[in-house]
């Protein structure tokens, strides 16, 4: 969430790689679907905040590069 913030108020995204970021949203989305499957809340909280974050980042990607 440091480097969506960071890129959000920069506007600048050319050091981020897209492979990371797609890596970063299918960890997140992955995490999700196990903590779903083993309703536990806390593992699909979190990771649906990393991938909220990981999603922005996606989204700044697309309009900044």
């Not at 913030?5 to 981020?16: A, E, G, I, N, Q």
């Not at 890596?23 to 991938?51: C, H, Q, R, V």
């Amino acid at each position: 969430l440091p480097q969506a913030w960071k890129s959000y108020k920069t506007k600048r995204t050319s050091d981020l790689s897209w492979f990371g970021i797609l890596i970063g949203m299918l960890n997140g989305f992955f995490w999700i679907i196990y903590g779903t499957m083993k309703s536990d809340p806390f593992i699909y909280a979190t990771n649906a905040i990393l991938f909220a974050g990981a999603f922005f980042l996606f989204v700044l990607k697309k309009k900044y590069n």
